[in-house]
T-cell receptor, first 113, second 115 residues
Framework: GENVEQHPSTLSVQEGDSAVIKCTYS??????FPWYKQELGKGPQLIID?????GEKKDQRIAVTLNKTAKHFSLHITETQPEDSAVYFC????????????FGTGTSLTVIP | ETGVTQTPRHLVMGMTNKKSLKCEQH?????MYWYKQSAKKPLELMFV???????ENNSVPSRFSPECPNSSHLFLHLHTLQPEDSALYLC??????????????FGPGTRLTVL
């Protein structure tokens, strides 16, 4: 089955700096990669996603890049703000399992004011 | 109520108790999911229901019993649990389970502690 690895497990940045979280996956059949943000006491919320036919996608301060050859994808947050502090999860979905997501172990991001 | 709601938010139970977790989605979706979230581990998919039919059971022990009476409600019945079952149990929903690129919307979870 699919195996998703996520690094780093914790990340601290100064407010205004950029944050990068990286994930690798094992199954080349995966072709949908969502990123979720989980704030304390809440369930994960989708913040951005990318499909395998696209190399990069951007939404304001958040961007995701995908390298299908190397089987890795990354989340980039620019101009970080304290409200960006949360746990971020990457996931990969394999086409022949429909909507089953395989999640990474999460990255706890702290933005220091 | 909007989105996906879960009750109770916190639950403490003994190993011999029987309890149930409830999930309700107000999004008009047809697929619902149970996940287990433990510290330092990836979210583990437990069950998937698509149009009230169970489509996935990821080798979950029989002490966890799901029930989906309609597309808006999902239950997880618990009995004779073990301390290692203590975790955050998340419910999610999506438009359909077998359609690709479907965003899953998560509830806030039930924090379960088994004594």
């Amino acid at each position: 089955g699919e195996n998703v690895e996520q690094h780093p497990s914790t990340l601290s940045v100064q407010e205004g700096d950029s944050a990068v979280i990286k994930c690798t996956y094992s199954d080349s059949a995966s072709n949908y990669f969502p990123w979720y943000k989980q704030e304390l006491g809440k369930g994960p919320q989708l913040i951005i996603d990318i499909r395998s036919n696209v190399g990069e996608k951007k939404d304001q301060r958040i961007a995701v890049t995908l390298n299908k050859t190397a089987k890795h994808f990354s989340l980039h947050i620019t101009e970080t703000q304290p409200e960006d502090s949360a746990v971020y999860f990457c996931a990969a979905s394999i086409s022949n399992t429909g909507n089953q997501f395989y999640f990474g172990t999460g990255t706890s991001l702290t933005v220091i004011p | 109520e909007t989105g996906v709601t879960q009750t109770p938010r916190h639950l403490v139970m003994g190993m011999t108790n029987k309890k149930s977790l409830k999930c309700e989605q107000h999004l008009g979706h047809n697929a619902m999911y149970w996940y287990k979230q433990s510290a330092k581990k990836p979210l583990e998919l437990m069950f998937v229901y698509n149009f009230k039919e169970q489509t996935e059971n990821n080798s979950v022990p029989s002490r966890f019993s799901p029930e989906c009476p309609n597309s808006s409600h999902l239950f997880l019945h618990l009995h004779t649990l073990q301390p290692e079952d203590s975790a955050l149990y998340l419910c999610a929903s999506s438009q359909e389970a077998r359609t690709f690129y479907n965003e899953q919307f998560f509830g806030p979870g039930t924090r379960l502690t088994v004594l």
